[in-house]
């Protein structure tokens, strides 16, 4: 007796530790019409019992029943005794079952191979138990690993512990602890499924299938682009999603590019929230986003997210001196306008190429340069760190900036970083002297190369350049 307790502890160690709604019967006989004679007993066709174990003593524990919903036949499980041994349940897997009966020892591996992810396994069913008896109805999905133990995918298991004495439906949720496909599946079904089977037990099935959920996806993105540059908040809407039961990540994807989120927040099953820091050398065009959850696996939209250029930028100031440029032609270009959230104590002047500044004199800031021009960079000279905004309308890349003979601070227009010896290419000739940027490295000619010390030209820096003779600057 103590075997067949084992036996079912067994069983119940494996179950436990290993939109649009259409159903796919990827069962094997999963109506059991098709039997099969073994010589004093019939199997169902595709499944296992321990009929070959028992049948010999006389025992059968599982039979084709003309009692059924549909169709001609059902399986009748019924848990038996055999003297000297105990009562053993009536059983049916898609696995592989072995038992000896003498001393009890058993194995249960195996199944049928099996792809997908099913949301439910279903199926009719009659239960007639004795004494509080308990039937289970159960489902694993398994990926083999080579040489080693399955992984358990998802798993499954209906329990019924009353009196079912007509034909009634049954589903259990397949809770997946995985995000991978499954390579097999096994169905385990009892007529007693308690450590202690009683005797006379009958259960009947019939009408078995699973059920899949239409595949998720994206069916929203508010909003559907953004800025360059830009901060922005994005709710994205999904349908056949649990995203509230998985842990959540995002990635917006341009080829081999990524963005990551700041901010990841799961309103519900179907809904996230995120904030999206977008980079100025972010690529311009759709993106993709690429959701993926430990419980509805990776959801792919096409794109479906605009990257657009920036109509404002953040000009990140620190103490001391600095180049300053942007390739925003500013829609109020009076510079008391661009620059009034830093007219405070910590600035102490900007200059142009020209000399003329905006500064402080007694309580009042005052401007000499008049407008923002986009062609120009600008020196600022800080006492402690700070920032502003510009807002406007991007200036094209390709627009010619027209260089003189002596010092000019100029701007830059591209909206991603290039190597200085491309991005200042229309100019490298006998008419530069040097360029140079805030930190007092410089891209000049000594001997007969020109030697790069900038590295990459980038995006919101000024450049000072000294002409030997008159140039026009025009960015690739």
Known sequence: MKKITNLISLLIFILFFQGQVFAQNQIPNNDFEYWETIGSYEDPVDWNSPNSYTAGLGIITVSKSSDSYSGSYSAKLESKNIIFVGTIPGFVTLGDFEINIATMEYSVTGGVPFTGRPSQFTGNFKYLPNSGDQAMMAILLLKHNPGGTPDTIGMGAKIVDNTVSSWSDFSTDIMYLSNEEPDTMNILILSSAQTSPVEGSKLFVDNLGLVFEANPEITSVEPSSGERCCCTGITITCENTNLLTGDTEVVFQHGTNEMLPEVINVLNDNEIYLVLLIPPDAALGFWDILISNTVSGEILGENLFEVTPATSQIVFLQAGFQFISSNLIPFNPDMLEVLSAILTDNLDFVRNSNGSMIRKIGPNWVNNIGNWEVEEGYLFKMFNDDSFFIQGMPIDPQTPINLE??????????????????????????????????????????????????????PGEGYLVKMIGEGTLIYP
């Open 405 to 458: 003979t002596g010092f000019q601070f100029i701007s830059y227009f591209p909206a991603e970083a290039l190597d200085a010896l491309l991005a200042f290419e229309s100019i490298l000739n006998e008419n530069l002297e040097f360029i140079r940027n805030s930190q007092g490295q410089t891209l000049r000619k000594i001997g007969p190369n020109w030697v790069n010390g900038l590295g990459d030209a980038i």
